[in-house]
């Protein structure tokens, strides 16, 4: 089992910056990626970033260059680091974590409760 726990989130004008976090607890050891959703009112949840167990990351073409994933200070946390925000960027923004166990057939995902990012004038 996996619990996260997701900060970091607010309003903030076009332009702007925000950094969010993700902390997981649990058997953190058998976690193989971890990332970032968001949901913005009326559209489905969208893939945003994730980086791997041996730091490999990927973006969504809609913030490449513009955000940025990383590994926390701390051992079991992860970070986006949003700059020139924009107010497409407004949404409900999840961590999630993908495990794997031995003996599982196929792994888990785990998610965040979300928190809300708001870009606007």
């Known amino acids: 089992q996996v619990q996260l726990v997701e900060s970091g989130g607010g309003s903030v004008q076009p332009g702007g910056s925000l950094r969010l976090s993700c902390a997981a607890s649990g058997i953190i050891s058998a976690i193989y990626a971890t990332g970032w959703y968001r949901q913005a009112p009326g559209k489905q949840r969208e893939f945003v970033a994730s980086i791997t167990k041996d730091d490999s990351t990927n973006y969504a073409d809609s913030v490449k260059g513009r955000f940025s994933i990383s590994r926390g200070n701390a051992k079991n946390t992860m970070d986006l680091q949003m700059n020139s925000l924009k107010p497409e960027d407004t949404a409900v923004y999840y961590c999630?974590?993908?495990?794997?166990?031995?003996?599982?057939?196929?792994?888990?995902?785990?998610w965040g409760q979300g928190t809300q990012v708001t870009v606007s004038p």
């Open positions: 999630y974590a993908d495990q794997r166990m031995p003996g599982w057939a196929n792994p888990r995902r785990y």
